[in-house]
């Protein structure tokens, strides 16, 4: 199985036509490009995302639901990183404004069910979504959902039954072996990168990275601009030497599971 799946990018007009007459859905992969340590490529959230909208696509297709994958969206908001070489600083109403294009445009190609699938954690990229997403189906007429995390909407005041939203239930099963948590490029986004080859991640150098990590009440100092350096100067949290530890399969499967089971609930509704 290939470990990024086709998607409209790589299709022709026709075949698109195809897709939309035939109902598919659109599952949307949402990322951002932006540094990732120096063992991994600055297009890590938009591979990653890729990846798993290739496996919801394999498994909604098992079940007889076709979907087809949308363009990757590379230019979400950098906000944690933001002052490391690599990530790119998107002001919010200009990728707002490309969020709600592309919605509009699929919806123009004829797609009704959109389905976000976002890979980058940063607070403003969720809020980018979670407004585009609303607008465009306060505004434009147009129905799309973004797939979010249940166990954090409650910060963002959702309660999960919003129209635009698709909501996924929190990962329950462990399949690391690190005791410290994966919170940007550590052990399970080496993991998951080291499939794609070495020009998306040097796992020579991944193995020689030491451990950085801090207090659990001071995660969220990760996220503010001008601190993320003084946390790892390198610019990871995690333990990105333990990759080849990391059950990846186990964890793909699960994440595949939970958006394929939300997606498909969403619809049949």
Known sequence: MNALLKSMIDMKWPEIEEEAKAGALVLLPLGVIEEHGPHLCLGTDIYTAQI???????LLGSWGRPSVIGPPFFWGI??????????FGIRMETAKNLVLDILGSLHRFGFREIFG???HGDIEQNILFMNSFRE????????????????????FGLGGEEDFICPIPHQAI???????PDIHA?????????????????????????????????????ILVGKTKEISA?????????????????HLADVTERYARAILGKVTR
């Not at 798993?52 to 394999?58: A, K, N, P, T």
């Not at 434009?140 to 409650?154: Q, T, W």
């Not at 390198?234 to 186990?250: H, T, W």
Request: hydrophobic letters at 35%; charged letters at 30%; proline letters at 3%.
């Open 52 to 58: 798993i909208c290739g496996r919801v696509q394999e």
């Open 78 to 87: 950098c906000q944690s990183t933001r002052d490391f070489i690599g990530s």
């Open 117 to 119: 699938i976002n890979a």
């Open 136 to 155: 465009a189906r306060e505004k434009g007429g147009i129905g799309p959902r973004y797939c979010f995390r249940e166990d954090v909407m409650h910060f």
């Open 174 to 180: 462990s399949f690391s072996s690190s005791a410290e």
């Open 186 to 222: 550590g052990d399970v986004e080496t993991a998951i990168m080291s499939r794609l080859g070495a020009d998306y991640a040097d796992t020579a150098l991944a193995k020689e990275l030491p451990a950085t990590s801090i207090e659990k009440d001071k995660e969220m100092e990760w």
């Open 234 to 250: 390198q610019g990871y949290l995690g333990n990105p030497a333990l990759f080849d530890k990391v059950r990846i399969e186990e």
